[in-house]
């Protein structure tokens, strides 16, 4: 991984490839292109909070290296619908609203309902497979790819600084669901042009062989669906548009009526279908307020929530807090997605507590009931070998993911010099078919916190997590400024401890008479009697309590 320096001046008809998230995450990705002074993104997605990230809604890619040169920005081309690549599009707008959206019919249509949210008009070309657009510096060429949404495409960018292929999310499934495969002619066509830089998804790298077909769910779809007396409720990604088919076919077959809950979910699927790509047996929808005419053993709750989020719709079920939607013994509960590193302890404290309401719960690691959307290592092989980069730069994973992949490439044949395991903020110049890192630009998260953007930051977490596992203790006491003496206090008050505040009577004198000795001090201001009272409980609560809790000491001159 690259050093932190200060790239050198941009060369003329070179293009500087700057990724500003996906390289070491799963999530926020979003990659920045320069060529003779204009820009062009590829994607600009979210990544979701995790445990230690207390308070936080949405992870954001750092757009401080573009807020100089916004209006140099030419366009954004997004490579499919997920929120991974989609879902900081509102807040980069924020910048410039009219900035062009480049993508897919169902792509666009998604970012369109999205931006709408946010009261932004969005400025969009929706282009297909096999066309070809003219972007500031960028001739972009746009290729069918199989992911598990519809309408995934990758891009082959020509420049006068070199063709980069740009696979987006992809895998190569044979028999895909909507029979829309990866045009690994139109890889080959650019590979035999000669592509300069391939850069790669990486999120399977580590995982031999080939992804299995989406094909196959249905059938255990059906299985499991067969087997279930109750109600069942399905969870999975609200933008898994083949995922959602399966489970209406299922409950097509099995006489079931089907209700989509969650916002996202009702609305992407909404989408879905009245482009399309959704098809929906006739009289297998039922809308929530009519849910109570329905038996249980005839409901399918297609609900979001697969990852643990804590507020999304099978968190409240799974703590009895959803309004409308309860679960039981004989109900049938089934995780139909991946497990998104990170969310492994949610995911698995969503499990057991459904488990003991008496819920049968099915999942990835007890059936077939979910297949990645990610080349493996098979397929990964394919395309270095049909596309045979000169240079390589693997994208879309954590760090592991990049290194396994960079490996793939050199047992193809590229040169290990020739392949750029890069980090959010590298700096990459492409020139006369030499691609090498030049430099690194500070990117950090940015994190979205309610309606605040961008203004906390690690020192908050900490606090955040100070506050939510050591506890937090407030001493407050009132001074005599003029006549130096102590008129109240010093009162000590304890939250998140197990202790009771009486607790703290044996450290009370000595709190009392460090104040006293700091008042007396006629140099001394409040701060510095405040912090005269923090030693003194911080030291005790380390070696009596065992705890490093914020304290928060107040003195109030009268």
């Not at 482009?275 to 039922?286: D, K, S």
Request: charge should be negative; glycine fraction near 10%; proline fraction near 5%.
């Amino acid at each position: 991984m690259s050093k932190q320096n200060t790239p050198p001046e941009i060369q003329p008809d070179t293009v500087r490839i700057v990724p500003l998230g996906g390289l070491g995450d799963i999530g926020r990705n979003m990659t920045v292109f320069e060529c003779n002074g204009r820009l062009l993104i590829v994607d600009c997605g979210v990544l979701f909070p995790e445990e230690n990230q207390p308070g936080v809604d949405l992870i954001l890619p750092d757009f401080d290296y573009i807020k100089d040169r916004i209006d140099d920005v030419d366009g954004i081309i997004l490579t499919h619908g997920h929120e991974d690549h989609i879902g900081a599009v509102p807040y980069l707008l924020r910048l410039r609203q009219d900035i062009p959206i480049i993508g897919s019919q169902l792509t666009i249509a998604l970012v369109e309902a999205k931006l709408a949210e946010h009261r932004i008009q969005a400025y969009s070309l929706i282009v297909k497979e096999g066309d070809i657009e003219q972007i500031g510096a960028f001739e972009c060429e746009f290729i069918a790819v199989n992911h598990s949404i519809p309408d995934a495409l990758a891009v082959f960018m020509r420049s006068a600084g070199g063709n980069i292929l740009i696979t987006g999310d992809f895998k190569m499934d044979q028999l895909p669901l909507d029979g829309r495969i990866t045009d690994l002619r139109a890889f080959a066509r650019a590979g035999e042009e000669g592509v300069d830089l391939f850069m790669v998804d990486s999120t399977n790298a580590e995982v031999p062989g080939f992804v299995r077909s989406e094909g196959e769910i249905g059938p255990v779809l059906e299985s499991v669906f067969a087997q279930a007396n109750g109600q069942i409720v399905v969870a999975s990604f609200a933008s898994h548009v083949h995922r959602v088919q399966q489970v209406l076919d299922a409950a097509a077959k099995y006489n079931r009526k089907v209700c989509f809950v969650g916002r996202s979910m009702v609305r992407n699927m909404g989408i879905a279908a009245e482009l399309g790509y959704l098809t929906v047996p006739p009289q297998t929808l039922i809308d929530m307020k009519d849910i109570e005419s329905i038996p249980d053993h005839q409901r399918v709750f297609m609900s979001t929530g697969s990852q643990g989020e804590p507020m999304a719709v099978l968190a409240r079920i799974a703590s009895g807090t959803h309004k409308r939607i309860g679960v039981g013994p004989g109900d049938t509960v089934i995780f139909a997605s991946s497990l998104i590193p990170g969310n492994e302890n949610s995911v698995f404290r969503l499990i057991n507590g459904l488990t003991k309401l008496g819920a049968r719960v099915v999942h990835q690691g007890n059936a077939a009931v979910h297949v990645s959307g990610h080349s493996a290592q098979g397929e990964l092989l394919y395309a270095y070998n049909i596309v045979e980069p000169f240079n390589v730069m693997p994208i879309h994973g954590e760090a592991r993911h990049l290194v396994a992949n960079g490996s793939l490439a050199v047992k193809t044949g590229v040169p290990a010099e020739n392949v750029l395991l890069c980090e959010d903020g590298s700096v990459v110049d492409l020139h006369d078919g030499v691609a090498q890192v030049v430099g690194k630009v500070p990117c950090g998260y940015v994190f979205v916190d309610g309606s605040s953007v961008g203004e906390i930051g690690e020192a908050e977490l900490t606090d955040r997590r100070t506050l939510g596992q050591e506890g937090f203790i407030a001493i407050f006491a009132v001074v005599d400024a003029q006549e130096r003496v102590v008129i109240t206090g010093p009162h000590i008050q304890a939250r998140g401890m197990a202790e009771d505040d009486s607790v703290f009577d044996e450290i009370l004198p000595d709190v009392q008479d460090a104040l006293e000795k700091s008042v007396q001090n006629e140099s001394a201001d409040a701060y510095q009697m405040q912090q005269a009272m923090r030693r003194v409980v911080g030291r005790w609560a380390a070696r009596k309590l065992r705890r490093s809790p914020m304290i928060i000491p107040t003195v109030i001159e009268a």
